[in-house]
């Protein structure tokens, strides 16, 4: 099932249900201020419909999740973050840091739409108004009376779309309406896809980054700027580690063996003679490449490009091969967000 859903992303137009990634909005004077506040990246010229990928992160420079921030009006801004508690986390933040900001799950359930035909089925559904949607840009706007954010964002590795449906009541109404319109373009509805966002190098928090990890040691440098003059959460441990250096990479690796069809439930250990260094956070059988792929978590000094280690599977101990990765990179990643 997940490699048809595969060849579909990657072919085709796929719809993905992502109503269980709740929303947080801020609101308040102080919102801007506060959205600064909590993240790494440099947002000072961030633009009313714009959006930005960010991290947000604790004293310790450690990752609290990873997110999509979209700014709708002057004092209003939407996250949208991965698995974690991230409003419990950001509602403590607020209380605490005196600014008068009001933050809060609005009535938000994204529907995604990815795919090489995806901008084919968007402009199917929408006016020319809709046609050039930037990437990382948002627009308030509706289809048939239904209320809508349309976003050109998305974790699908492909060309994605996101429609932030803003009354739960039209679920159903807007999935009927989607699917009815991209059937000539052999739309279907998926899962995440393990196999095209591992290939796009799309993380997934709680598993190749986590609490303990910093943005150093995942490879997303580019999302810390300890030069801004914003006191963000964490600031100065991130200043630290990235004058000191990260004890521990994030690597792509390839693994020998037969076909790796599920990903892994939990962590396969890395060892280096026979020592435990690391952990698998996630891995799968690319069709395209004909290779098992993935992410390890292990020291720095066995980072580098073609150092091997052993990994312990449920099928045996197999070796793996430290790579460049993306593997094929992701739309979300080819552009500067």
């Known amino acids: ?68 921030l ?29 600014m008068d900001v009001n933050v809060f799950e609005p009535d938000v359930s994204p529907l995604q739409i990815g795919g090489p035909k995806a901008h084919m089925l968007i402009e199917k559904l929408f006016d020319e108004d809709h046609k050039n949607v930037g990437f990382y840009r948002a627009r308030e706007t509706s289809l048939q009376g239904i209320p809508l954010v349309l976003g050109r964002t998305g974790w699908s590795g492909e060309i994605s779309y996101e429609l932030y449906l803003r009354d739960h009541k039209l679920g159903n109404k807007l999935w009927e309406l ?7 373009f052999n739309i279907v509805p998926i899962a995440p896809n393990a196999i095209r966002s591992i290939e796009g ?67 396969w250990p ?6 435990k260094i690391g952990h698998i956070s996630r891995c799968i059988f690319s069709p395209r490449l004909n290779k098992n792929i993935g992410f390890a978590n292990v020291p720095v000094e066995l980072s580098h490009i073609d150092t091997t280690f052993s990994v312990v599977t449920p099928d045996g101990q197999k070796e793996a091969t430290v790579c460049k990765w993306p593997w094929f990179p992701a739309e979300t990643i080819n552009k500067k967000t």
């Open 201 to 267: 190098g799309l993380l997934s928090y709680s598993s190749d980054m986590l609490r303990e990890d910093s943005p150093f040691t995942i490879g997303l440098d580019r999302l810390v700027d300890t030069s801004q003059s914003i006191e963000f959460i964490g600031k100065a441990a991130l200043k630290k580690i990235e004058e000191e250096g990260t004890k521990r990479k994030l690597v792509g690796v390839v693994i020998d063996g037969d076909p790796i069809k599920t990903p892994p439930e939990q962590f």
């Open 1 to 68: 099932m997940p490699e048809s859903e595969y060849h579909s992303l990657v072919n085709d137009v796929t719809m993905w249900d992502v109503a269980a990634e709740r929303q947080v909005e801020i609101t308040g004077n102080d919102a801007f201020k506060f959205v600064e506040y909590i993240t790494s990246r440099d947002l000072s010229k961030l633009q009313i419909g714009q959006g930005k990928y960010a991290l947000i992160t604790d004293e310790d420079g450690g990752i609290i999740n990873d997110a999509v």
């Open 70 to 98: 979209l700014r709708l009006q002057p004092d209003q801004f939407w996250i949208s973050p991965g698995d974690s508690d991230v409003l419990l986390w950001l509602q403590g933040t607020a209380i605490n840091s005196g």
């Open 270 to 275: 890395v060892k280096d003679n026979n020592v």
């Open 178 to 184: 989607v699917r009815e319109a991209g059937l000539e």
